[in-house]
T-cell receptor, first 109, second 114 residues
């Protein structure tokens, strides 16, 4: 069964304290690894798609990377407005995304 | 450009009642889908559609019906609401042409069944 596991469940950072979120996935047949941001009371907002090991994508303070068995979302010098739940999802075929349970990030000034 | 629009935002139902969650997109996307989000479980696919007139079941389809009569609309029907259907529901869409296309989500519909 295809699976996506995110860690940690929650992360508290001081403003400016860089860190990484982890997403491990079932390796066989992955056709895309997606990162979303979700604010309270809102729908998931697309951040990145990664397709192959070694691929990296950046957006402001966020950088997503993909290895053969996991993906990382690196947050450099975070600000309080980066506080949100970050969701990882994989696609193995068809139109179904399998989501992890998310990492709830809190950044304190 | 409104993107993916869901209505209602909030709804309270009594057990056994039926209702329809509406979803519309104005991006001419071929693919549309419904997910539910429950605490500690992540988003799970309920039903999806690859085009007008074509629908299929996802991971948790029981108790829900869908139809796709137009490209723009993809309503989700609860036939006889149960407390287990208390959840947040998200409609999503993406363009056709390849599985790598990004899926865009609506703002969600909060449903409570009492």
């Amino acid at each position: 069964e295809d699976q996506v596991t995110q860690s940690p469940e929650a992360l508290r950072l001081q403003e400016g304290e860089s860190s990484s979120l982890n997403c491990s996935y079932t390796v066989s047949g992955l056709r895309g690894l997606f990162w979303y941001r979700q604010d309270p009371g809102k729908g998931p907002e697309f951040l990145f798609t990664l397709y192959s090991a070694g691929e990296e994508k950046e957006k402001e303070r966020l950088k997503a990377t993909l290895t053969k068995k996991e993906s990382f979302l690196h947050i450099t010098a975070p600000k309080p407005e980066d506080s949100a739940t970050y969701l990882c999802a994989g696609r193995w075929g068809g139109d179904k995304l399998i989501f992890g349970t998310g990492t709830r990030l809190q950044v304190f000034p | 450009n409104a993107g993916v629009t869901q209505t209602p935002k909030f709804q309270v139902l009594k057990t056994g009642q039926s209702m329809t969650l509406q979803c519309a997109q104005d991006m001419n996307h071929e693919y549309m889908s419904w997910y539910r989000q429950d605490p500690g479980m992540g988003l799970r696919l309920i039903h999806y559609s690859v085009g007008a007139g074509i629908t299929d079941q996802g991971e948790v389809p029981n108790g829900y019906n869908v139809s796709r009569s137009t490209t723009e609309d993809f309503p989700l029907r609860l036939l006889s609401a149960a407390p287990s259907q208390t959840s947040v529901y998200f409609c999503a869409s993406r363009p056709g042409g390849g599985e790598g296309n990004t899926i865009y989500f609506g703002e969600g519909s909060w449903l409570t069944v009492v």
